[in-house]
């Protein structure tokens, strides 16, 4: 799966849940971790595109700020996933570990 698929496929879920105030469309939507986790590798091997001639180094850049812009619209759908969740129950979803926190 490429990595803007991966983009469309919680964006998707993320308006669902914003036109439907749907908490299951919210969770799901919740999913910047794979983002995240296939940049690192991306970004390995655009390092060893780079080091295997100069010349690569302008096309890599733009390959990386793209993907950089990429992860942040997944952080953006993850915000609003969130959102949507504390809206509808009261509850704040602590994203990085999947737990709820409930509010004082």
């Known amino acids: 799966m490429s990595i803007c698929t991966e983009l469309e496929r919680i964006g998707d879920y993320a308006m669902t ?6 908490v299951p469309s919210a969770i799901r939507s919740i999913s910047d971790d794979i983002i995240d986790a ?3 590798p991306l970004f390995s091997e655009l390092m060893n ?12 850049n733009q390959i990386l700020l793209v993907e950089h812009n990429v992860e942040r619209v997944a952080d953006c759908v993850t915000n609003i996933g969130e959102r ?13 570990s ?7």
């Not at 595109?49 to 890599?60: K, L, P, Q």
């Not at 949507?84 to 990085?96: A, C, K, R, S």
């Open 49 to 60: 595109f780079v080091i295997h001639g100069a010349h690569n180094t302008e096309r890599a």
């Open 98 to 104: 999947f737990y709820v926190v409930h509010p004082n």
């Open 17 to 22: 849940a914003f036109i439907r105030t749907n």
């Open 38 to 40: 296939m940049y690192i």
């Open 84 to 96: 949507i969740i504390y809206v509808e129950t009261g509850e704040l979803l602590d994203t990085g």
